[in-house]
């Protein structure tokens, strides 16, 4: 026994040797935010204007010996929904492998639903929303990689639930557990971007997002979204289309053109604005138009960014003559 005994722990000596070996770099990061938000409008707000949030990231890479490993992990005091972690494995030529917990947004239309040029937020934030679905930041598997200048990326999740612990035996929480119990449906993404070769400053994307639900009658849920973007010297512009198709009979789709340009007014400051037209169709009636503008901007000085939205919409969510206005100052300390 005692001869086991020593085996065993040579064993485990060796391994934690060989464990040690492969060396990981280690940082922390963080921001400090405060904000003032209003809102006015059919929505109005009367609550407390101001927001604070602190945000710390720890992330760890190093060599796995078939790639290079990296895990994230964010935590935040302000919004329990903001948390975020998330680890890759990149392979070089063999592209890069994810799992994303939650709040990553790494991979699939969910990383790509609006990368119009903004000096801080999108058009849609706080009045109205992008107009697509995807694979969430929830146990979501993603892959990306570049073929002769086309980027790819991949996505897949079981029901966008994360860390849902099942009641039935064999399904927990834990180690070895089966999240996401009562699953209905699953999501897949692909997108591509493309920089155009001869027109520097050129890149047009495109991707799909289809949701399969487990239950035979129901059809499937299906989103598309595309860009084109162009940027030389300090002007960035670019255009958006996104379209949302329910598979339940008689219900709503939506479809949305988007534009914006952005400007660097210098090495510190950038401002912008943007418009987004979002059409609800209604199978029982007429079609209903909801508009947003915003305008934005930021100014940064060394470690610290002020930055600012407004922005507007009409016929908010197609409901006619219901409108909504935004309003977001921000003061970021980044260390």
Do not use: C
Not at 86 to 104: E, K, R
Not at 127 to 155: C, E, K, R
Not at 230 to 249: K, L
Request: glycine share 14%; aromatic share 8%.
């Amino acid at each position: 026994m005692k001869n086991l005994k020593k085996v065993g722990l040579s064993a485990l000596a060796g391994s934690l040797v060989a464990f040690s070996a492969n060396a990981v770099e280690m940082s922390v990061s963080g921001t400090a935010e405060v904000t003032y938000t209003t809102t006015n409008g059919t929505d109005a707000s009367t609550g407390n204007p101001f927001g604070s949030n602190t945000s710390l990231a720890f992330t760890g890479e190093g060599d796995v010996g078939f790639g290079t490993a990296k895990i994230v992990r964010t935590l935040n005091d302000g919004i329990a929904s903001a948390l975020s972690a998330w680890q890759t494995i990149d392979m070089g030529d063999m592209g890069v492998l994810s799992f994303d917990a939650i709040g990553g947004g790494l991979e699939g239309t969910t990383a790509y639903d609006d990368k119009l040029p903004t000096a801080y937020e999108e058009v849609w934030t706080g009045i109205s929303g992008t107009g697509v679905i995807g694979a969430a930041s929830n146990d979501t598997l993603g892959y990306s990689n570049t073929f002769m200048g086309l980027g790819v990326s991949l996505a897949t999740t079981k029901g966008n639930q994360a860390g849902t612990a099942g009641a039935t035996t064999g399904q927990g929480s834990g180690d070895g557990g089966n999240d996401g119990a009562g699953v209905t449906y699953s999501q897949s993404d692909w997108h591509l971007s493309y920089a155009v070769p001869y027109v520097e400053g050129l890149t047009v994307m495109y991707g799909e997002s289809t949701r399969d639900f487990a239950v035979a009658t129901e059809n499937d849920d299906t989103s598309s979204v595309g860009h084109i973007l162009y940027s030389t010297g300090p002007v960035s512009v670019g255009y958006r289309m996104a379209e949302f198709h329910d598979g339940s009979a008689g219900s709503n789709g939506t479809n949305v053109e988007a534009y914006a340009i952005a400007f660097n007014v210098s090495d510190e400051m950038k401002v912008s604005i943007a418009t987004q037209d979002r059409e609800y169709d209604v199978p029982s009636g007429t079609n209903v138009t909801e508009t947003s503008d915003a305008i934005n901007a930021s100014y940064t000085m060394g470690a610290m960014t002020v930055r600012g939205t407004f922005s507007e919409s009409k016929d908010t969510a197609g409901q006619t003559a219901d409108t909504d206005e935004h309003m977001e100052l921000s003061l970021v300390l980044a260390f």
